[in-house]
């Protein structure tokens, strides 16, 4: 068991090089990590929420498992155990500068009413949540995560009264990141609760995000009996929040503002970082050992050669 660690402890040393290579190389690398991951089509029977996803025409299925793995290992975001899944379009893998997908998650705190969705001022809306983001951020400093700033909407918030969906996008800044990060939010509205699919991409894929919207809206969809039409008022748990409550994210309220994910640009060197930490701590017994956030790889790195001295 150890002479198989070892060995692929040898082999993420000499893959943690390939950055300084040529393109052509560092390229082939992503690849071979893009083509580990198994991808499903056609109908996908989701966990959670009594509901199914039909994947649609230009995407593929990535599980909850290999998903929170891109998330989390290579993109460098808090771990959310609530993620059923996630959406990548085809053409594009997940180690790539041009990477994006959709996440799929499932919150059943009940039926969310709609009569406020035609009165809503977004705009004024929108003060109230930066406000919320930057009250926010002492708790992802002290986590030791970086800011996030507000910028605005990249598409402002509606809702299609016939799909029971509601889908905004918004622009935010990460830390000191001059590449923003586009968080495109869909509900998918239920009798007991929504699915909630998040694009995570960056603005300058906005145009790209959008067009591919109409095809998600009516990828997911509740069971029969499940559909937001047949909420029964006398039985059913009708939930805290309205449309508006959606928007302003008072839905996260319980896991705060670590809900908004990003795609960091040192994707790769974390998953690797992470891999040479359980090794490490596996054959020299190093209980020590911490995996970190992404602004502390190179403490990190300091940190395991000062160790093995």
Do not use: C
């Not at 992503?30 to 989701?46: M, P």
């Not at 998040?198 to 790209?208: F, I, N, P, W």
């Not at 908004?260 to 790769?268: E, S, T």
């Amino acid at each position: 068991m150890k002479k198989t660690l070892l060995f692929l402890l040898l082999s993420i040393l000499s893959i943690s090089k390939i950055s300084a290579q040529e393109p052509d190389t560092l390229k082939a690398f992503y690849d071979k990590i893009d083509k580990s991951f198994k991808y499903e089509t056609g109908k996908i029977t989701l966990p959670e929420g009594d509901g199914s996803l039909n994947v649609p025409k230009g995407f593929k299925f990535l599980n909850a498992e290999q998903t929170q793995n891109v998330l989390t290992n290579l993109w460098g975001n808090p771990e959310d155990k609530s993620i059923l899944g996630s959406l990548v379009p085809d053409g594009k893998g997940v180690t790539h500068s041009d990477s994006w997908m959709f996440v799929i998650s499932y919150q059943g705190d009940g039926y969310v009413k709609d009569d406020d969705a035609d009165d809503i001022d977004y705009d004024d809306l929108l003060k109230t949540m930066k406000e919320d983001v930057a009250a926010a951020n002492t708790e992802r400093k002290t986590a030791g995560y970086p800011e996030v700033q507000l910028i605005g909407w990249a598409s402002k918030p509606f809702y299609d009264n016939n799909l029971k969906v509601l889908h905004w996008a918004k622009e935010l800044q990460f830390g000191a990141d001059k590449n923003h990060t586009l968080n495109y939010d869909l509900r998918v509205l239920g009798r007991k609760g929504m699915y909630n699919i998040s694009a995570v991409a960056g603005v300058d894929q906005l145009a790209e995000v959008k067009a591919s919207i109409p095809g998600i809206i009516k990828s997911v969809e509740f069971n029969d009996g499940h559909k937001y039409l047949d909420f029964d008022a006398d039985t059913d748990t009708v939930a805290a929040w309205t449309i508006g409550g959606l928007v302003a994210g008072k839905v996260l309220a319980k896991v705060g503002f670590f809900a908004v994910l990003a795609k960091f640009g040192k994707f790769i060197v974390i998953g690797i970082i992470a891999a040479f930490a359980a090794i490490k701590k596996f054959l020299f017994g190093n209980k020590d050992q911490v995996v970190t956030r992404p602004e502390e790889e190179t403490a990190l790195l300091e940190e395991n050669n000062s160790t093995e001295e």
